[in-house]
């Protein structure tokens, strides 16, 4: 019973993330972000139209880089996405999300770097107006670092 009740709790922390990886159910949050000198790195991920082939997602691209705001742009495939997903895990619940989804489970996306917090929410508008772009957000996890 012990061992099944860490499976269903592997499973719905899988499945949680993996919806969240993925953009959906993402609100687009439109909160100024607090930053400070040394933090001055903000970054969105932009979530590419699950219809769009790899190709016209990678395309967008150059509609991104018309916003005066951004300051790089680097295109991340829904199997890069998994395969970094995937490295975040230990090898138990690695092998029970493997056997659960894959790379098509997530969506392809953008990492966009901006350099002011200032204009995040016009910036954000901006990228949602962008066709094949689904949904955009603060990406928490790297924004006030650099790579």
């Given at each position: 019973?012990v061992k099944?009740?860490?499976?269903?709790?592997?499973?719905?922390?899988?499945?949680?993330?993996?919806?969240?990886?993925?953009?959906?159910?993402?609100?687009i949050s439109?909160?100024?972000?607090?930053?400070?000198?040394?933090?001055?790195?903000?970054?969105?991920?932009?979530?590419?139209?699950?219809?769009?082939?790899?190709?016209?997602?990678?395309?967008?691209?150059?509609?991104?880089?018309?916003?005066?705001?951004?300051?790089?742009?680097?295109?991340?495939?829904?199997?890069e996405?998994?395969?970094?997903?995937?490295?975040?895990?230990?090898?138990?619940l690695?092998?029970?999300?493997e056997?659960?989804?894959?790379?098509?489970?997530?969506?392809?996306?953008?990492?966009?770097?901006?350099?002011?917090?200032?204009?995040?929410?016009?910036t954000?508008?901006l990228?949602?107006?962008?066709?094949?772009?689904?949904?955009?957000?603060?990406?928490?996890?790297?924004?006030g670092?650099?790579?």
């Amino acid at each position: 019973m012990v061992k099944r009740m860490k499976k269903s709790v592997i499973f719905i922390v899988a499945t949680i993330f993996l919806l969240a990886m993925a953009g959906c159910g993402c609100a687009i949050s439109l909160e100024p972000v607090e930053t400070s000198a040394s933090e001055n790195l903000i970054q969105l991920l932009a979530f590419v139209d699950e219809s769009l082939t790899e190709q016209e997602a990678i395309d967008l691209e150059g509609e991104i880089w018309r916003i005066a705001e951004v300051e790089s742009v680097r295109f991340v495939s829904r199997e890069e996405a998994f395969e970094d997903f995937l490295a975040t895990l230990d090898d138990d619940l690695r092998t029970h999300v493997e056997e659960l989804a894959d790379a098509t489970s997530l969506r392809h996306r953008f990492m966009i770097d901006l350099g002011d917090a200032a204009n995040i929410q016009d910036t954000q508008t901006l990228l949602m107006q962008i066709s094949g772009i689904a949904d955009v957000i603060v990406d928490d996890i790297y924004s006030g670092h650099t790579e």
